[in-house]
C-alpha cells in the first residue's frame, strides 16, 4: 500500500518567515496530494491539494510543489502568522479513494 | 449547509465494555470513512465505505471493531470489549469525489 513520509515533525517559525513541509510518497500511481490543517482539539480541514498533472498551484500565502519523477511533494507558507500555528498532514490518494497520511507537522509561528 | 457531525462528542467507559460511535455525512457524500488519531499522531485509516459496495475493512485493527452504513447515510463504529489502547479521536470523514470532509471527531477514553 501506500506509504506517506512527512518532515520535519515541528517546525518552529518566526513571525514574517516561511515555513516548508515536506513530504514523499511510495505507490506512482498517486495522482491527488491534499494538504490538511487541524488546530488544536479540531477537526482537520483541508487547505490546498494538488493534482498529478501540474507542479505547483497556489493560494494567496499557501502554495505546494508536486515533483512525481522524485515522488515528493511539499507545503510552502510564506509571511507566516500566529494564525499559522497548527498540524499540517499532507495525503496522498491511492486505489483512486484511499487517503494516506503523512505523521504530521506541528508548525509554530513566535510573535 | 450541515457538516459532517459525530457523536458522541466525548465517551468515557470502563475497559472490556461495549461502546458505539455514530457518524451523520453531508447528505449526498457517497463515500464515508473512518479514522483513528491518537493523541500528537497522524490519522490512522479504519474502514471506508462507498455506495452499496463491499466496504475496505483493511484498517481495522482487530476483530473488535466493526462498522456499518445503510445506504448513503448514517454510519456507526463499534468496538467490542474496549481496551485501554482504544483511547483516540474517532474521525469520520465524507465525500463525493475526492475532498474529504471531517467530523468533529468523538473522543474515546477508555479507564
Known amino acids: 500500500g501506500e506509504n506517506v513520509e512527512q518532515h520535519p515533525s515541528t517546525l518552529s517559525v518566526q513571525e514574517g518567515d516561511s515555513a516548508v513541509i515536506k513530504c514523499t510518497y511510495s505507490?506512482?500511481?498517486?495522482?491527488?496530494f491534499p494538504w490538511y490543517k487541524q488546530e488544536l482539539g479540531k477537526r482537520p480541514q483541508l487547505i490546498i491539494d494538488?493534482?498529478?498533472?501540474?507542479g505547483e498551484k497556489k493560494d494567496q500565502r499557501i502554495a505546494v510543489t508536486l515533483n512525481k519523477t522524485a515522488k515528493h511533494f511539499s507545503l510552502h507558507i510564506t509571511e507566516t502568522q500566529p494564525e499559522d500555528s497548527a498540524v499540517y498532514f499532507c495525503?496522498?490518494?491511492?486505489?483512486?479513494?484511499?487517503?494516506?497520511f503523512g505523521a504530521g507537522t506541528t508548525v509554530t509561528v513566535r510573535a | 449547509g450541515a457538516g459532517v457531525s459525530q457523536s458522541p462528542s466525548n465517551k468515557v467507559t470502563e475497559k472490556g465494555k461495549d461502546v458505539e460511535l455514530r457518524c451523520d455525512p453531508i447528505?449526498?457524500?457517497?463515500?464515508l470513512y473512518w479514522y483513528r488519531q491518537r493523541l500528537g499522531q497522524g490519522l490512522e485509516f479504519l474502514i471506508y465505505?462507498?455506495?452499496?459496495?463491499?466496504?475496505?475493512k483493511s484498517g481495522l485493527p482487530s476483530d473488535r471493531f466493526s462498522a456499518e452504513r445503510t445506504g448513503e447515510s448514517v454510519s456507526t463504529l463499534t468496538i467490542q470489549r474496549t481496551q485501554q489502547e482504544d483511547s483516540a479521536v474517532y474521525l469520520c470523514?465524507?465525500?463525493?469525489?475526492?475532498?474529504?470532509?471531517f467530523g468533529p471527531g468523538t473522543r474515546l477514553t477508555v479507564l
Open positions: 470523514a465524507s465525500s463525493l469525489r475526492t475532498e474529504q470532509f
Open positions: 447528505s449526498g457524500h457517497t463515500a
Open positions: 465505505f462507498q455506495g452499496n459496495s463491499a466496504p475496505d
Open positions: 495525503a496522498a490518494y491511492s486505489n483512486d479513494y484511499k487517503l494516506s
Open positions: 494538488i493534482r498529478s498533472n501540474v
Open positions: 505507490d506512482s500511481a498517486s495522482n491527488y
